[in-house]
């Protein structure tokens, strides 16, 4: 299925370079890039070109966090072999985070993710709302706030991870699937079937 040239509503870049100057792609990514390239202009582009990795993470910068973690635990949850535990308790913290936002939730993502004890999808969604936004240090101890980066390069990593899991002959598609479940969620839908009609808003409250 082809990606539509409409905006996406919840990106509030007016430009893709806007989006390129905080994120790291490659040079052929980067060789697609003008001045007045739309974001979603520029993922087609991306998507079209097969620069998967590249279009993960662009999508991952461009969304607004919330939106990128429910994307990362949809992405990941959907492919076979992204996760070894049912239910997986780092999947599962980022989620409950994603509906209610509460610096409770954002700590028991950390706590979910550590549990893990390796570096995977569901640990890395996880961190992506812990590094969410408020103080990454324990209650009682002076502010440490996270690097804007750090929670959109979660989402990425969740996602570029779960699609590794996978198996490699379904990467393609998994990344295909990723994207459009990606652009679902950034037009105001649930991502859990890409393109689909149930809406985040009505299902995650705003």
């Given at each position: 299925m082809t990606l539509s040239l409409?905006?996406?509503r919840k990106i509030s870049a007016a430009s893709a370079a806007e989006v390129c100057g905080r994120v790291a792609l490659s040079a052929d990514a980067c060789a697609y890039l003008t001045p007045s390239?739309?974001?979603?202009?520029?993922?087609?582009?991306?998507d079209r070109g097969g620069h998967f990795s590249d279009a993960v993470r662009f999508l991952a910068f461009a969304l607004?966090?919330?939106e990128?973690?429910?994307?990362?635990c949809m992405t990941g949850l959907a492919i076979p072999g992204a996760t070894s535990a049912d239910p997986d308790p780092a999947y599962s913290a980022a989620q409950d985070w994603v509906y209610e936002t509460s610096?409770?939730?954002r700590f028991l993502c950390l706590r979910a993710a550590e549990s893990v004890?390796?570096?995977t999808p569901g640990a890395y969604a996880a961190l992506?709302?812990?590094?969410?936004?408020?103080?990454?240090?324990?209650e009682g101890l002076p502010d440490v706030v996270p690097d804007p980066v750090l929670a959109p390069t979660g989402v990425a990593a969740s996602i570029l991870l779960a699609v590794a899991a996978g198996d490699p002959a379904g990467a393609e598609g998994f990344f295909r699937d990723a994207i459009r479940r990606g652009v679902d969620i950034g037009n105001g839908g649930d991502g859990?079937?890409?393109g689909g009609a149930r809406s985040f808003s009505n299902r995650v409250p705003n």
């Open positions: 409409a905006p996406i390239l739309s974001p979603q202009s520029f993922l087609t582009l991306l607004p966090v919330r990128g973690v429910w994307w990362a610096d409770e939730r004890q390796s570096a992506a709302a812990f590094w969410s936004g408020g103080s990454m240090a324990p859990r079937q890409p």
